[in-house]
T-cell receptor
Framework: ETGVTQTPRHLVMGMTNKKSLKCEQH?????MYWYKQSAKKPLELMFV???????ENNSVPSRFSPECPNSSHLFLHLHTLQPEDSALYLC???????????FGPGTRLLVL | DQQVKQNSPSLSVQEGRISILNCDYT??????FLWYKKYPAEGPTFLISISSIKDKNEDGRFTVFLNKSAKHLSLHIVPSQPGDSAVYFCAASEEGGSEKLVFGKGTKLTVNP
């Protein structure tokens, strides 16, 4: 499998649930990202990992917890989410330097 | 306040004609610009990029123009094809790296046969 993959593609969860989103990249990149896309809003950067270390956290609520066990895998652990957290969550990866980011297909999350 | 603005939410063009998508930015420190295309139920796909040392970059039917003094960039697609129908996002970053991309809200392009 090539590129950036994300699982699950769709997720429905209650506010008391705990779930995790998974991202895997097969491109040999050393930076990975989580973005949130809400309706009628631009993509919002949530977390950046470079060489498995978090380098950016754009003031994301603690109910979102990222994990990067190695340069190919990225997780987003979710707990006690709110209905306004319903959105498309996108993972991306990139090589270092001046280069584009490559996105996965996203996980469509609905919080009830 | 939005640093990257795509003021046209939608654009409709006839097949074979030119599509011009526009993007304005406010941060003069931005020095790397990208265009992405997004189909429904898929993630954004990288199309073309340009660094601030250039004013034009071309790749097949896609050309990006950068006007630094006006803080404006545009994407030209010629000739437009029905398969180009998608949402197009402009993105920018500063400090010579692409780790912190700032995105516009997108423009939905419809190419009519």
């Amino acid at each position: 499998e090539t590129g950036v993959t994300q699982t699950p593609r769709h997720l429905v969860m209650g506010m008391t649930n705990k779930k995790s989103l998974k991202c895997e990249q097969h491109l040999g990149h050393n930076a990975m990202y989580w973005y949130k896309q809400s309706a009628k809003k631009p993509l919002e950067l949530m977390f950046v990992y470079s060489l498995e270390e978090r380098v950016e956290n754009n003031s994301v609520p603690s109910r979102f917890s990222p994990e990067c066990p190695n340069s190919s895998h990225l997780f987003l652990h979710l707990h006690t989410l709110q209905p306004e957290d319903s959105a498309l969550y996108l993972c991306a990866s990139s090589p270092s330097g001046l280069a584009p980011q490559y996105f996965g297909p996203g996980t469509r999350l609905l919080v009830l | 306040d939005q640093q990257v603005k795509q003021n046209s939410p939608s654009l409709s063009v006839q097949e074979g004609r030119i599509s011009i998508l526009n993007c304005d930015y406010t941060n003069s420190m931005f020095d790397y610009f990208l265009w992405y295309k997004k189909y429904p139920a898929e993630g954004p796909t990288f199309l073309i990029s340009i660094s601030s040392i250039k004013d034009k970059n071309e790749d097949g039917r896609f050309t990006v123009f950068l006007n630094k003094s006006a803080k404006h960039l545009s994407l030209h697609i010629v000739p437009s094809q029905p398969g180009d129908s998608a949402v197009y996002f402009c993105a920018a970053s500063e400090e010579g790296g692409s780790e912190k991309l700032v995105f516009g809200k997108g423009t939905k392009l419809t190419v009519n046969p």
